[in-house]
């Protein structure tokens, strides 16, 4: 497999390059419509932290790579994983926040517990990635996970959407 560099911003405003193996896609579904249904039950803290997260207006104010965008995902991320138990680093690849550059890079290893965001500012990405840090490789699973807690905390967001396959898209 082919060795892919990213380079990564910290929280703390640090930064440093990360090699890591191209990973291939599997075990996700076909289309969005697979897994929305029946909803996934979430836990009740879960849904707290996400509601403020959205009170935080997560597409509003600057998103540079070391200001608010980081902050309030940062903020999601530490709560999140104090509600799961989970100690998972959350960095920021160099494109974090950029207009016209897809989240789609973004990423969790499990070998490092690591999620990086890249690109575009996506709930559902980080949301997708987080799902991965919780319940592990399967793609199915995380879409599951990422999709109904989007919808369910952000229905007139989620409503905008357009999908192809199980990608959404604004």
């Known amino acids: ?28 579904p076909a289309t969005a419509a ?5 909803p996934v039950q979430f836990k009740s803290i879960t849904i707290e932290i996400l509601e403020r997260f959205k009170a935080s207006n997560p597409w509003r104010g600057h998103y540079g790579p070391t200001r608010w965008g980081q ?10 994983c104090a509600a799961y ?13 950029r ?18 965001l890249h690109g575009r500012v996506s709930v559902v990405t980080y949301l997708h ?6 319940h592990g490789p399967c793609g199915r699973r995380a879409v ?7 919808r369910k905390v952000f229905p007139e967001q989620f409503a905008r959407l357009d ?7 604004r």
């Open 144 to 150: 599951r996970w990422s999709l109904n807690l989007f």
């Open 71 to 80: 902050a309030k995902f940062s903020l999601l991320h530490r709560d999140l």
């Open 99 to 116: 207009r016209g550059v897809p989240s789609g890079t973004s990423n969790f290893r499990p070998g490092s517990d690591l999620i990086t």
């Open 34 to 38: 697979e897994v929305l249904d029946p």
């Open 1 to 28: 497999m082919p060795r892919l560099s990213t380079n990564t911003h910290h929280a703390d405003g640090s930064r440093r390059l990360i090699r890591r193996m191209a990973q291939p896609h599997g075990n996700y």
């Open 163 to 169: 999908f192809t396959g199980h990608v959404a898209q």
């Open 85 to 97: 138990g989970l100690s998972t680093e959350l960095v920021f690849g160099y494109d974090f926040a």
């Open 129 to 134: 990635e987080f799902s991965h840090a919780l």
